[in-house]
């Protein structure tokens, strides 16, 4: 069971997005899911960078590397005006994508067809992704000791399907299930 600190982290965006006016648990569900996908995307160019500082090897990346590519990046949009980063989501994210497997018939492209925004309010949504932040922030530095004393990292930043899995199937196992497969593909 989660209890303590990630409990908590979870339990203020969950109540953030519901005062917003998000009450329906499986569109909350949905909705921090999405952000959960968005992050993870620009996550794994973060990786790709960091491979080929490491290597000098141009890696794959997510994101087109032009400035519009670049601007729909988690990094890159996370600390912009809310009325800003709603436009971005809205009208770059989320059509960039619902086109990334270039693939009509994926269940991914059936899945995402009509994903869209749902936050009415810029100023949750802003909020919403700095309290994700704060909780990948928590959990990737959250570790206990083994029997030699050594720290073993519980959650990374990029898996994070334990406490979501664990804490959100309270609110909707099987979509929510559903999803994080989908996420899984995409890390």
């Keep these: 069971m989660i209890t303590g600190t990630i409990k908590n982290k979870i339990d203020k965006i969950w109540k953030d997005i519901w005062a917003s006016g ?7 569900i949905e909705q921090i899911t999405y952000l ?18 490491i290597t000098g090897q141009k890696q794959s990346k997510i994101f087109p590397e032009t400035p519009e590519g670049q601007r729909m990046r988690w990094s890159k949009f996370k600390d912009r005006d809310a009325v800003e980063i709603v436009d971005i989501i809205q009208n770059d994210v989320f059509p960039f994508i619902k086109e990334m497997t270039g693939d009509d018939e994926t269940a991914f492209s059936k899945y995402m067809k009509d994903a869209s925004l749902g936050f009415t309010n810029p100023g949750i949504l802003s909020k919403t992704i ?6 990948y922030k928590y959990i990737s530095e959250y570790s206990v000791r083994n029997k030699n004393d050594e720290d073993i990292k519980v959650y990374s930043v990029t898996n994070t399907n334990g406490f979501c899995t664990e804490y959100l199937n309270l609110f909707g196992s099987t979509y929510l299930s559903a999803v994080i497969r989908i996420i899984e593909k995409y890390q």
């Design 36 to 53: 959960m996908f968005i992050r993870s995307l620009d996550q794994k160019d973060i990786d790709a960078e960091a491979m080929e500082n």
């Design 130 to 135: 700095n309290s994700l932040d704060e909780l």
């Design 22 to 28: 998000l009450t329906q648990p499986i569109t909350v």
